[in-house]
């Protein structure tokens, strides 16, 4: 009975979301930002397309803020200069990388003045290097 117990607790405080599939490999992905526009010092953007378990910054001088809405994550990233790895992802199965999207929402320059989004900046969601 104690090894069941365990079990459950052990079940119930899992990062990853469950999944009916026993082949999943949960994990995290790394969405990371492509940039070259001007520094950005400051970007929100939504993550969808599967379950999102957690949300921490990639790198310590990256301060985040997370809001879930309707299944989507929107992510707001500040930092002095941001490019590169923003934000890890802890999905149920890091093999469903490419149903991952994102969505620029906004971008904010070193000086606070607000960026034009284009195809001089892009995020992209990948497993970790």
């Known amino acids: 009975m104690k090894r069941i117990a365990f079990l459950v607790l052990l079940a119930a405080c899992s990062d990853a979301a469950p999944t009916n599939d026993p082949a999943a490999v949960p994990g995290e992905l790394v969405v990371s930002l492509r940039s070259t526009g001007p520094a950005l010092g400051a970007v929100r953007f939504t993550v969808s397309g599967g379950d999102i378990a957690q949300v921490t910054a990639a790198d310590p001088s ?3 803020f997370t ?4 299944g989507d994550v929107t992510v707001v ?3 002095a200069t941001l490019n590169g790895a923003l934000v ?5 199965d890091v093999r469903k990388v490419s149903s991952y999207r994102t969505a620029v929402v906004e ?13 001089r900046y892009g995020l992209v969601v990948a497993a970790p290097r």
Not at 67 to 70: D, E, L, R, V, Y
Not at 107 to 119: F, H, I, M, S
């Open 88 to 92: 890890r992802i802890r999905v149920p």
């Open 67 to 70: 809001s879930n809405t309707g």
């Open 107 to 119: 971008l904010v320059d070193t000086e606070n003045q607000t960026v034009a989004a284009g195809e």
């Open 62 to 64: 990256v301060t985040i």
């Open 77 to 79: 990233a500040i930092g």
